[in-house]
């Protein structure tokens, strides 16, 4: 069956450090991936998209790699800030229309 | 100039009753969609619409009916609510890829 795991539940880092989150998937093919940022309460709003053809993305202090030999994605957070703080969501296209998300990972950026 | 929107934010019941939420979005979008979120923050589709036209349909109970008027709204009926319907849902829309995502209505079913 088609599976997409976050690598952990939590991650705590300290202010200025680089958080990098994990994306693994099995038996999914996706054209592209992408990741969300949801804080508490909220809607989950789109930060970044990689296509299967792509190695890596950036934006600002994000940067996503995507390896579709792995399996994997991995998404960094440079110069952490506490603003940072948040849950992190990645999620597969499986066709024209459907995402599937994975669990996602809690960060706290503590200052 | 909200994108997404949807109402209530807050819905508390009781079981067996029927209840609607609705969704609007005004970014021209074809897209829409009916997410869920469960206590454990996982986030699932339930229905997607594309030009008023169902084209997602997950295995969800037949207790719950989209609607879509028009290309703008998508409305959720749910009837006969159990507690298990208790949850965040999220209505969003789409373009090509991105999707952006209404602020939530949290159901309540005591």
């Known amino acids: 069956s088609q599976k997409i795991e976050q690598n952990s539940e939590a991650l705590n880092i300290q202010e200025g450090k680089t958080a990098t989150l994990t994306c693994n998937y099995t038996n999914y093919s996706p054209a592209y991936l992408q990741w969300y940022r949801q804080d508490p309460g909220r809607g989950p709003v789109f930060l970044l998209l990689i296509r299967e053809n792509e190695k890596e993305k950036r934006k600002e202090r994000l940067k996503v790699t995507f390896d579709t030999t792995l399996k994997q994605s991995l998404f960094h957070i440079t110069a952490s800030q506490p603003a940072d703080s948040a849950t992190y969501l990645c999620?597969?296209?499986?066709?024209?229309?459907?995402?599937?998300f994975g669990a996602g990972t809690t960060v706290t950026v503590r200052a | 100039d909200t994108a997404v929107s949807q109402t209530p934010k807050y819905l508390v019941t009781q079981m067996g009753n029927d209840k609607s939420i609705k969704c609007e979005q005004n970014?021209?979008?074809?897209?829409m969609y009916w997410y869920k979120q469960d206590s454990k923050k996982f986030l699932k589709i339930m229905f997607s619409y594309n030009n008023k036209e169902l084209i997602i349909n997950e295995t969800v109970p037949n207790r719950f009916s989209p609607k879509s008027p028009d290309k703008a709204h998508l409305n959720l009926h749910i009837n006969s609510l159990e507690l298990g319907d208790s949850a965040v849902y999220f209505c969003?829309?789409?373009?090509?890829?991105?999707?952006?995502f209404g602020p939530g209505t949290r159901l309540t079913v005591l």
């Open positions: 970014l021209g979008h074809d897209t």
């Open positions: 969003a829309s789409s373009h090509i890829s991105e999707q952006f």
């Open positions: 999620a597969l296209l499986l066709n024209d229309y459907k995402l599937s």
